[in-house]
């Protein structure tokens, strides 16, 4: 398929991430690089850690040191503090740092485009905590004619969606995919999104930087390992709450593309609810928050904020959670620390309801904070001076 390299370089996807994202495309190698995480059997028997662990460990028959592949063999992280982890793993790794997979797939007389997604961990937190799951592979494919895309099939959770090429929204010739927040299912638009389970939100208010596209014209041994990447087991039933994914060559899609196309559906979509009134300031060197929610009927009872700064390249942004069903306004000390020197945006949403429905988002951007000039003694007496000058208006003002 080396021959198509140039139309899957034509058409690699913009990806536009929903403001309260934490978690990007990167390289599958955050997963096996990550240190600590292990290669298991089902029965938790241990087969190879760091530093023996890596992608090219990884095959469909045989480890790099010999060992049968088992059904059940999966990659589980023993610790649960994923955000620590990843922010870590990306300032340690930049190199494993936005990346897409894409590759060329002829079956039944049509050739197709398939670009598959990474995500380290999957945090969809809006359903009750139901969707957390280790590890996240999402795609989106695109069937082509004449060289250029007819139909467009988006993966989300079990069905796909589809839309005629004509109808895609492009950038640069090349189709926009709008990211479900936390779930990392892919839309054709952004809003919100009800699906089979419980609903996404994807407002695409954070696009993605430029990502780096690895073309994997001979699939590596590492994409045909049947193996499971993460550790995460059901623990609901209906479908609800979702395991760590299976490798991608485990997907019907992966031979077969039109198994997507022939089970697409179009989700419900609906306005999402209105924004959060808050004030964002920044008092003594952290976060402060003023809400009033006379307006919200119900009232929210989570505020979701995600703090993030363009001085800091590489470190993803953090969500915070915070539970506000005492009162309809308030304030709230986050605790949330800022560096005085760094630009800061944070986007603010809530939850409403039982199950939770998110609301949209709102931003507001925080600029560093002002440092006096000068040798500190400068700064003393000029302090100093604004204090007299304030008593002398005092006294002015009481005289008149």
Known sequence: MAEHDDLLRRFAP?????????Y??????????????????KDGTRIAGQ???????????????????HTGDHIGDPRSDYRRQYVKLRMARPDLQNRIYGR?????????????????????????????????????????????????????HTHG???????????????????????????????????????DLADGKRPAPDLALEIVTDPPAWLSWPGRWGDTQPVLPGG??????????LHAQWRDPDTLLDDAWTPKRKPSPEPPDVTVTRVGGKLR???????????????????????????????????????????LDTGIALDPAKHYDVYTSTTTGMPP??????????????????????QTVARKLGQLVAWLRGQLKRRR
Not at 14 to 22: A, K
Not at 24 to 41: C, H, I, K, M, V
Not at 240 to 249: E, I, K, Y
């Open 14 to 22: 913009r990806l536009r991430y929903d403001s309260n994202e934490q």
């Open 24 to 41: 990007f495309a990167d390289s599958a190698a955050q997963w096996t690089d990550n240190p600590g995480n292990e290669l298991r059997r």
């Open 51 to 69: 530093p023996a662990l890596s992608l090219g460990f990884l095959a469909a028959d045989a480890y790099g040191d010999g060992t049968a592949v």
């Open 104 to 156: 060329a797939v002829e079956a039944n007389g049509r050739f197709w485009l398939q670009y598959w997604f990474w995500y380290f961990y999957n945090d969809y937190s809006l359903a009750l905590g139901a969707g957390l799951h280790e590890g996240d592979w999402e795609m989106i494919q695109l069937r082509i004619h004449d060289d250029a895309p007819d139909v467009a099939v988006y993966a989300q």
């Open 161 to 199: 969606e589809q839309r005629a090429w004509r109808d895609v929204e492009l950038m640069d010739g090349r189709p926009v995919v709008y990211v479900g927040r936390g779930s990392h299912a892919s839309y054709f638009e952004a809003g919100f999104h009800e699906t089979d389970a419980w609903y």
């Open 240 to 249: 609800l709450h979702q395991p760590s994914p299976v490798a991608p060559c």
């Open 289 to 331: 928050l003023d809400y009033d929610f006379e307006r919200h009927d119900p009232p929210p009872h989570t505020l979701v904020l995600t703090v993030n700064s363009r001085d800091e390249p590489g470190v993803p942004p953090q969500t915070h959670t915070f539970q506000v069903d005492t009162a309809v306004r308030g304030r």
């Open 357 to 378: 429905v998110p609301s949209a988002s709102t931003l507001t951007e925080i600029d560093p904070a002002r440092r006096p000039k000068g040798p500190p003694f400068l």
